[in-house]
Each structure stands twice: as C-alpha cells, then as structure tokens.
C-alpha cells in the first residue's frame, strides 16, 4: 500500500517536473526570440561544441609554456571523462530533442542526430569553465557566466529542454569534483 502511495506521488512530482521543463523551454524558445540573441546564441553555443572545445584544450594542451600544458592536460582530462559519462546516458535515456516532440518551436541550426538528454555542449562548456576557473580564479565569473549562456543558448536555439542543460553543468561539476578529489587534476 505504501509503496503504491510513494509510486503515486513520485509520477506525480515527474508530472510537475516535466510540465516545468516544457514551459521554460517555451519560454526561451518562443516568448524571447529576436534578431539580436538569435545571432548572438548562434555563436554562444559553439563555445561548447566538440570541434571548439577539442581544439582549445589540444591547444593548451601542446603549449611550449609548462604551466599551459598542465592546464591543457586538466581539461582534456575532465572534458573526455564527461563526454563518456554524457555519451553513456544519452544512450540509456534516448530522450527526443524538443524540436522532435514539441510543436510550434523555433529551431535555429537543429543537429540531425543525437539524443537531447544530457546536453553535451554545456557539460563541456562548464568542464572547461571549471578548469579554467581553478587556474584562473579572479575570472571564475566569467568563465562560469559563458558555461551558463551556452546552457541557455541550447535552450534558446530549441535543440535542449532546460533539464538537459541542468544536468549537463550537474554531470560536469561532480565530474570536476570528482577528478579533482582523487588527484587526477
């Protein structure tokens, strides 16, 4: 009996979660659109995709400088650890992106592959945003203010419900933590 009354109610909160999440999505996707941020998180977006983020941390990561490359190594470490993680649930879940399973949405540049759950391009924008802040802490504002754009940028261009992005940054800072914990970075 109680089991069926904690069933009950866990449905219940899944139900309030999930109406939560589509009326944000709306929200970013549809009542904000303009121009201007249309542009804008076109490019916003890109700071966490695979090709920007490989480059940059291959970059520091070869660096001649010795206190770079320690830096570069750091985020190559967190970022490929958070991408297998990311890669490993999107499988499980296979949660359709919201341009799949929503109407009446504004996709702007929709990838034609992948699952939606969790975002990818903000686990590794705050992957590096968390690296970056550990080296750098006076510009840990910044860092993590770019890694929290991206995460609306997914939302925005309609390719990421805001759960995506949530758990995505969530996967990245334990992911960080973690690392951190036991001495890899």
Do not use: W
């Not at 109680?2 to 069933?7: E, F, H, I, P, T």
């Amino acid at each position: 009996m109680k089991l069926r009354k904690d069933v009950k109610e866990m449905n219940a909160i899944g139900g309030l979660v999930r109406k939560g999440d589509i009326s944000l999505f709306y929200l970013f996707n549809r009542k904000i659109h303009c121009d201007p941020l249309d542009f804008l998180m076109k490019y916003i977006t890109h700071l966490g995709s695979t090709t920007f983020t490989t480059l940059l941390s291959l970059f520091l990561f070869i660096y001649p400088k010795h206190e770079v490359r320690t830096i570069g190594r750091e985020m190559v470490i967190v970022l490929l650890t958070t991408l297998l993680i990311v890669q490993f649930i999107k499988r499980m879940v296979n949660r359709p992106r919201p341009y799949i399973t929503l109407r009446d949405i504004i996709p702007i540049n929709p990838p034609n592959c992948s699952y939606s759950f969790p975002s990818g391009h903000t686990c590794a924008a705050f992957s590096m945003a968390l690296v970056l802040s550990k080296n750098f802490p006076p510009l840990s504002v910044v860092f993590i203010t770019l890694a929290i754009m991206v995460g609306l940028s997914r939302v925005y261009l309609g390719v990421h419900y805001p759960t995506d992005t949530f758990i995505g940054g969530i996967i990245a800072f334990t992911t960080f933590k973690l690392l951190l914990m036991v001495g890899f970075i």
